[in-house]
């Protein structure tokens, strides 16, 4: 059984659901509409743009262009992780944690998987990698960005308690700890609520693509877990990483809180 072939005419029918939702939002008042609009055109444009060039990049087989692709995509993360932070750190710091983060656990993910468990010929081939490591990424970026905020957040919050201990002796890293944990967890919770969920609530995207391309349901299975246990550790890795770091740059040698270094707070 082959895989049903698209046209873009044949989306032009299911596009009008997104229309629906935006003459609900006109008519229950929402004021979603021009975001609904922005957010439809961009997802588009995108995702045809990526078309074309993961058509050019598969026929290539080049490491330097894989890589050119892979550290874009890091960027891009990177950003998407300062915009969603209601609490900046100042300066460049919530980009280079971001990207920093981001290259760790997805870069370190990826190649493990690439390595051990896919194997494909050459290792680098852009087919495997950048699919791959743009499904980690995703979701490396969301509990890096609740990770921080909460973190941020948090602290501004818990202000007084932090200080107290800080004041009464207690390590930088030991005061910050109930904060620190909370941000953990809320970095790991969207993964955690999205594994508990597969198969019995919803079906997941890259099985589901794959039962429609023909594979056998159970090695659609098979490769669906393979992708979450890789998500998982790199949410895990992304976030703690994260967190420390923001943790490190929000205190000082002195073991002082130092919110001084966030930012103007913004609508995040």
């Known amino acids: 059984m082959s895989y049903i072939q698209l046209t873009y005419g ?17 008519v229950l008042h929402l004021r979603l509409e021009r975001n609904l609009l922005i957010a439809t055109v961009r997802m588009c444009v995108q995702l045809v743009l990526v078309g074309y060039v993961l058509t050019i990049l598969f026929a ?5 262009w894989t890589t050119v692709a892979a550290v874009a995509m890091v960027l891009f993360a990177s950003r998407e992780v ?45 087919r495997y990698a950048l699919p791959l490591l743009g499904m980690i990424l995703g979701n490396t970026m969301t509990g890096i960005s609740l990770g921080l905020d909460v973190l941020t957040n948090g602290l ?6 932090v200080e107290a201990r800080l004041a009464l002796g207690s390590h930088r890293y ?3 700890l109930p904060v620190i944990r ?18 019995l609530v919803a079906l997941p995207g890259m099985m589901t693509g794959q039962i429609l391309a023909g594979a056998d349901p159970v090695d659609a299975v098979k490769y669906q877990l393979l992708i979450m ?4 550790g790199g949410t895990g890795l992304g976030t703690l990483a994260a967190v ?7 205190t000082d040698d002195r073991h002082r809180l130092r919110l001084d270094r966030l930012g103007p707070e913004t609508g995040g």
């Open 82 to 126: 300062a915009a969603r932070q209601k609490r900046k750190l100042s300066g460049l710091w919530p980009y280079g944690l971001g990207a920093a983060c981001t290259l760790l656990a997805g870069g370190t993910i990826t190649i493990f998987a690439l390595l051990t468990q896919l194997r494909p010929e050459p290792w680098y081939h852009p």
């Open 10 to 26: 044949d989306l032009a029918l299911p596009a009008l659901l997104v229309l629906m939702n935006g003459v609900l939002s006109l």
């Open 174 to 176: 030991t005061a910050l």
């Open 156 to 161: 501004v919050q818990n202000r007084a308690a």
């Open 244 to 250: 420390l770091a923001g943790a490190y740059r929000l």
């Open 229 to 232: 246990f890789l998500i998982s």
């Open 182 to 199: 909370d941000s953990l967890r809320s970095g790991f919770m969207p993964t955690i609520n999205a594994m508990a969920a597969m198969g």
């Open 60 to 64: 290539t087989v080049s490491p330097l």
